[in-house]
């Protein structure tokens, strides 16, 4: 076995690779292709929502036929509700929600996204939902160390531990092409929360990544909402690999915020999984996801 940044790989060379390229070079290739609507006509962007549907049908059918498909599950729901959005609200910024327990990949097939976007020249921004996080440097100072803030009790995953009334409006303002100032939380054992001191540009894709973009006080704002799972021990080599090499965690302070991050899955992340509108596979092979969002990408702009 390998790994790939934080993603874990089997070695097994997915046939897929191949498929998914041909689907591509027939998009490329194809000399029938329908003349580009006027996208500011209600008609055009009807045409494109109808045009979309039936391309993401085609894809899901051949997803499901791969090994390791990307997406598990699908709010059947989601096609007519994006459809409806597209159509009436255009000048509307799209907002990606990325949720999902710790180390199942959403880090990962975040950058996974913004970079295959930035190949194509789209605008994009990446916030993460961990700049949310409330000020708790005078708890933290109170019982001496984070750490014993958490032995007491406090439950640093909680939504009442985040600052969601300020996430909420900084995802409304970026939605409608305002830049913003987010929050900035110190990683480093302080539990210092410096406002508005992170500058997010409203690009016309904006990606947020958390375990905050699906609670009840802002999971409706959002566009896209993906929700990433993995097996428990493919995402525990994972997170304990990431915490003693990268982050110099001794192997038991790594297991114990391990067993609380499994604790705190249960109670905020894993019921979220009904309410979005996809369930991506993290333990699949990102060059299958690049090439699926390529797909995604050529289907949307490959009009004469």
Not at 56 to 67: C, E, G, R
Request: with cysteine; aromatic share 12%; net charge negative.
């Amino acid at each position: 076995m390998c790994y790939y940044g934080t993603h874990l790989y089997t070695g097994k060379i997915m046939d897929s690779d191949n498929i998914m390229q041909s689907l591509l070079d027939k998009e490329y290739n194809s000399e029938d292709k329908f003349l580009k609507p006027d996208f500011n006509s209600r008609s055009g962007r009807e045409f494109l929502a109808f045009y979309l549907h039936a391309k993401f049908k085609q894809l899901m059918a051949f997803d499901k036929k791969q090994s390791a498909p990307m997406f598990i599950d699908m709010n059947p729901q989601f096609a007519n509700n994006f459809s409806r959005r597209l159509i009436t609200n255009p000048k509307k910024h799209f907002l990606i929600g990325i949720t999902g327990e710790s180390a199942s990949g959403k880090s990962t097939i975040c950058k996974t996204i913004k970079t295959v976007i930035s190949e194509f020249a789209m605008p994009v921004s990446i916030l993460s939902t961990d700049n949310y996080f409330n000020d708790i440097s005078e708890l933290i100072e109170k019982h001496g160390s984070f750490d014993k803030l958490i032995e007491s009790g406090y439950d640093i995953d909680a939504p009442s531990s985040f600052q969601l009334n300020i996430l909420r409006q900084d995802l409304i303002d970026l939605s409608e092409g305002i830049d913003i100032k987010a929050p900035s939380y110190m990683p480093n054992g302080t539990g210092i929360s410096i406002p508005k001191s992170l500058p997010v540009e409203s690009k016309k894709i904006i990606i947020v990544e958390g375990i905050a973009t699906m609670f009840d006080e802002v999971r409706d704002v959002f566009d896209i909402k993906l929700y990433v799972e993995a097996d428990k021990e493919i995402r525990k080599k994972r997170f304990m690999i990431r915490a003693c090499e990268e982050r110099n965690q001794t192997p038991e302070n790594a297991l114990q915020q391990w067993n609380y991050l499994e604790t705190s899955g249960g109670n905020y992340v894993k019921n979220n999984r009904s309410l979005s509108d996809f369930v991506l596979n993290g333990n699949s092979d990102l060059k299958y996801f690049s090439q699926i969002l390529e797909y995604l990408y050529t289907v949307t702009n490959n009009f004469q």
